[in-house]
């Protein structure tokens, strides 16, 4: 099994000395350059040429570099100082995971020779997704049976369902933080960034991963199909839940937030206990769209793990995983849930799949 993080990266700061305007009025963008290496990092920078006011007196051949941290004006973290010759120079520096928290970050970089001081502001406008897993090809049997603890007619009929290809899913839920770097707004009613976006419909996810898809040159961003979804949550497991068929609320207390754990409300994402696949919160937390039409039952479901969007009720998308809200019996692997398209709901958010891109 393969994780890769999206946190940790080295910062590459390309210094270009070059001619200075005569003209004020004329700003150009700046001089400075800065690369951020997409390798397995999530860090994006798509903002760079942005117009810097600095002395009409030529950069000497050596100078002074201040590298700064700030979140809306204020220093966060100081990477110190670096004299540079006239050229180019690589700066290694460990950004904190807390660039990741929020939006409003930018990377200051100050430059002093005597007397003149040069000033540079970027505004970098990261996002940090988390860990990528990725889920092996494989077959399963999606659904229930009917001695299946709690089982439900829409979880029938149990069906085998064949993955040609392996596939990469988020490892935990999107977070607030996340969201609101990639659109621009929270429409989260609790917590913080940490915690996963909710008050999402899914057209508004669809927007998400467009908007995602679009920033990154890598990949592109989707939500599971229903199958997936269900073949990722249970990682090679036959049971009730993915960590078996225990259903006691001390044993659930470990690996979901449901109503007897969550004090009314969802919590920080992949604080408990992971699937053997690494996946966290696939079990309570908030509920989580796919992208399947919401069919009554299993009856001429794909067999290929495929999105099944013809049909059924439409309108209506498909919801998995249960919530902070909800007992026991509505967090089983099999358990399935409906919500129209266009409607949001406190208990309900999301996670994606990537796929190389474009």
């Keep these: 099994m393969k994780n890769r993080s999206a946190y940790a990266f080295t910062l590459l700061l390309v ?96 430059t002093v020779e005597g007397d003149t001081a040069y000033s540079a502001s970027f505004s970098i406008q990261g996002y940090s997704l988390g860990e990528f897993v990725e889920v092996p090809a494989g077959s399963f049997l999606m659904g229930s049976l009917e001695e299946e603890w709690y089982h439900q007619p829409s979880e029938a009929p149990a069906h085998t369902v064949t993955f040609e290809n392996s596939f990469e899913i988020l490892g935990n839920e999107v977070m607030q933080a996340t969201w609101e770097n990639v659109m621009g707004n929270n429409p989260s009613n609790w917590g913080t960034d940490s915690f996963p976006v909710e008050s999402v419909s899914w057209n508004d996810c669809q927007v998400f991963v467009e908007t995602l898809s679009a920033m990154d040159s890598l990949y592109n961003y989707r939500l599971p199909s229903e199958a997936e979804w269900e073949y990722a949550c249970r990682a090679g497991t036959g049971t009730w839940y993915y960590w078996g068929n225990n259903n006691s609320p001390d044993t659930v207390s470990q690996y979901a937030w449901y109503s007897s754990s969550s004090s009314g409300h969802p919590h920080w994402t992949s604080t408990l206990e992971p699937n053997s696949w690494n996946l966290y919160d696939m079990s309570g937390n908030v509920f989580e769209w796919c992208q399947d039409v919401y069919h009554e039952n299993y009856e001429g479901a794909p067999a290929d793990g495929s999105a099944w969007v013809t049909g059924g009720l439409q309108g209506y998308r498909v919801q998995r995983g249960g919530s902070w809200s909800n007992n026991a019996q509505f967090l089983r692997n099999a358990t399935r849930s409906k919500l129209s398209e266009g409607q949001v709901s406190i208990s309900t958010g999301f996670r994606v799949i990537r796929e190389i891109g474009p």
């Design 15 to 110: 210094l270009s000395c070059g001619d200075n305007p005569s003209d004020p009025g004329n700003i150009p963008y700046s001089d400075f350059d800065i690369f951020i290496p997409n390798g397995d990092s999530q860090w994006m920078l798509w903002e760079t040429g942005v117009p810097v006011e600095y002395d009409v007196t030529a950069i000497q051949d050596s100078y002074l570099i201040k590298l700064e941290l700030v979140k809306n004006d204020t220093l966060t973290t100081d990477f110190g100082d670096w004299v540079f010759n006239t050229g180019s120079a690589t700066v290694k520096a460990q950004v904190p995971d807390t660039l990741g928290m929020g939006n409003n970050y930018r990377l200051r970089i100050l």
